[in-house]
Structures are given as structure tokens and as C-alpha cells.
């Protein structure tokens, strides 16, 4: 079984999705990616273009819902894609 590797990124634009709640300040994927993180994003959309697919995947891997993950400001979306380089690389 392979070994479980979690990035942790703090958002520097936490997310909130509405008055009241609480805000999302960091975002944790946990890697190897496997086969059914895959199958979540493909069965979703079989036509994604690949940077949408790449998103659709680490919010699959990620410990927040989708819905936060799509809502992550760019800045801090740069920070968790050059994070995450090597385990993606390691996944196609």
C-alpha cells in the first residue's frame, strides 16, 4: 500500500460561502491519487478540458466540498497547484 501524503495550503483569501458560516482558511489533498478520483471527475464531465480536469481532481483529493474548492481565489489556487506538482505528475 503507498504511503499517504497530505499537503495542507492556508488560503490567504479564506472562502465563505454565505453570512454566518464559518470561513474556509485552508485546503488539505491527500495523495496517491487513485483510479475512483479519476473515475469522480470523469463520470462527472467525460468532456472536461485539462485545466478543468486538474481542478475537478485535486477538489476530488481535497478535504473541503467541491463547491468551496471552485470558490478558491487564484492567488491561492497558483500556491496549491505548484504544491502539488510533483504528486500530479506522478498521477498521468
Not at 485552508?26 to 486538474?54: C, G, W
Not at 474548492?69 to 506522478?90: M, R
Request: avoid cysteine.
Amino acid at each position: 500500500m503507498a504511503a499517504q501524503n497530505k499537503i495542507t495550503v492556508k488560503l490567504k483569501t479564506p472562502v465563505v460561502l454565505g453570512e454566518g458560516t464559518e470561513p474556509y482558511t485552508e485546503v488539505t489533498m491527500s495523495f496517491p491519487i487513485k483510479a475512483k478520483h479519476y473515475r469522480q471527475v470523469f463520470v462527472e464531465d467525460p468532456d472536461n478540458q485539462p485545466m478543468a480536469v486538474l481542478v475537478d481532481l485535486l477538489a476530488t483529493i481535497s478535504d473541503v466540498p467541491r463547491n468551496v474548492f471552485l470558490e478558491i481565489d487564484n492567488e491561492d489556487l497558483q500556491e496549491i497547484f505548484q504544491q502539488t506538482v510533483p504528486f500530479v505528475q506522478q498521477a498521468v
